[in-house]
């Protein structure tokens, strides 16, 4: 496939570093501590494990699958595997998209707490940490400022193509955030206060257990393994067609996991040392971290070092989201890798200014369907959404159109390993993964709500 040559190709462990990098990311580090905060502790936690462990896995060895299969991006793979689901492929393209215009927002938030931190300013806004987020995340001109600031340095990456820019960095940078986040997790933990914040997060208390708790978790493991919209499809695109990838949809969701459990051992038992709110939303590190740091000999140093990391956690990531229409571009338009990242990224950042000004000025003004503010209704419908609806087509295409045959074809490189989980993942992907989907789905885009009344 000449096609092929021009898209570049991943190394084994590139690519599971490179999958690594894309999973884990702001999902992780930010989203899944406040998430957990939200949603009762460590009953969500329970959740999250249980649907990582059965429709994470599933879903990740289906899109992986779908990428070495067929070496195209969403669309032209789905067109190849089932052509009548194309639209599916759509979605791949489209919720990246929408996400990537939001995650740039998150990451220049990253951007301005490092250079607070590099200019010392650390110390005083962790006596103010609550005040200080939200009043800058609703100045406007600041916030916008720094995502395009963001914008720019993963259009500058990605421009590189997929080995040299996206493996390369993977490599060095998230085994020094995981060093990182254990001795932020070490200090939170022995904070003079931390037990209620551990008895929140690692005892389930099961009555606090809503559907609100499951959808927000199904939700959350589609977000943080960067499943349902394409990206795995993507760089499974690029994967040798000799790798295990039954392996790797084990490896992947593991490293994920446990980032994420690591940042709620650095987040979760400092919020109640300190006295925060646990439920603060999405604020949470930005306004617990800075106390827990200011809490250790030379803070300020490790508040840069740190946030440095979350960056590039953030950028293995959005890189990957962008990556999405980035690649259909290349393959459907001819277009070159740099008119092709420029102008996604672009896009994007036009989208991102409303947004950002949703959490300011332009708070108040709501949108059909969901009525919420711009920024919560993007993000709601492309993660509570379309994401889910991506991953249950992909389950229904797999399972009954393509073909089981056809999909351990793809797992085994036509028998060359085995595919020791394939009842497991034959009854999930058939039946139970979607089947739950939808029914999460169902209450998540409210359509169960009009049935209950
Ligand atoms: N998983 C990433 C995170 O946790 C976000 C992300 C990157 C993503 N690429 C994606 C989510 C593709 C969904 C699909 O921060």
């Keep these: 496939m000449e096609n092929q040559k021009d898209r570049g190709s991943f190394s084994k462990i590139g690519f599971i570093l490179a999958a690594a990098g894309s999973s884990i990311g702001l999902g992780n580090l930010w989203k899944f501590p406040y998430l957990t905060g939200q949603n009762g502790g460590g009953v969500f936690v329970v959740i999250y494990l249980i649907i990582i462990a059965t429709i994470g896995f599933t879903c990740m060895l289906g899109e992986m699958a779908i990428g070495k299969y067929t070496k195209l991006n969403p669309i032209g793979a789905y067109k190849k595997i089932a052509s009548k689901w194309k639209f599916v492929g759509v979605l791949g393209i489209l919720v990246p998209f929408m996400i990537v215009t939001y995650y ?87 904070l003079p206060g931390a037990g209620a914040g551990l008895e929140f997060y ?122 999405n229409p ?37 708070s108040g003004i709501t949108f059909p369907p969901m009525a919420m503010n711009f920024f919560d209704e993007v993000s709601y419908i492309a993660e509570s959404i379309l994401m889910p609806a991506a991953g249950f087509f992909m389950c229904i295409v797999i399972g009954h159109v393509w073909g089981m045959d056809n999909f351990e074809k793809a797992v085994t490189n036509n028998g060359e390993f085995p595919f020791k989980s394939k009842g497991f993942v034959s009854v999930m992907i058939k039946y139970i993964a979607p089947f739950a989907i939808l029914c999460i789905w169902l209450n998540s885009s409210g359509i169960l709500g009009l049935f209950m009344k």
């Design 326 to 362: 980035t690649s259909w571009l290349i393959d459907s338009y001819d277009m070159d890798r740099k008119k092709a990242t420029w102008l996604v990224c672009f896009i994007a950042f036009l989208i991102a200014i409303p947004e950002a000004l949703s959490m300011g000025i332009w």
């Design 104 to 190: 740039n927002i998150i990451g220049g938030w990253v951007l301005k707490y490092i250079v607070e931190s590099v200019m010392g300013h650390l110390p005083g806004i962790a006596g103010d940490s609550e005040n200080f987020f939200t009043s800058y995340v609703s100045s406007g001109g600041a916030p916008i400022f720094f995502t395009l600031l963001f914008v720019i340095i993963n259009a500058i990456i990605i421009q590189a193509g997929v080995s040299s820019g996206i493996e390369r960095a993977s490599k060095v940078l998230m085994p020094t955030l995981f060093a990182l986040l254990i001795v932020i997790a070490i200090r939170s933990v022995t």
């Design 202 to 323: 690692l005892k389930p208390d099961f009555s606090k257990l809503t559907l609100g708790t499951v959808t927000a978790a199904l939700g959350q493991c589609f977000f943080s393994l960067s499943l349902g919209m394409g990206a795995m499809i993507t760089y499974g695109s690029y994967l040798p067609d000799s790798s295990n990838i039954e392996k790797d949809s084990i490896v992947v969701p593991l490293l994920d996991t446990c980032a994420a459990l690591l940042a709620g051992f650095a987040i979760l038992p400092a919020v109640f040392a300190f006295g925060f709110e646990p439920s603060a939303g999405p604020g949470l590190i930005f306004i617990t971290l800075p106390a827990v740091f200011d809490s250790m000999p030379l803070g300020s140093l490790w508040a840069v070092i740190f946030f440095i990391l979350v960056l590039f956690a953030a950028i293995t990531s959005s890189v990957s989201l962008i990556e």
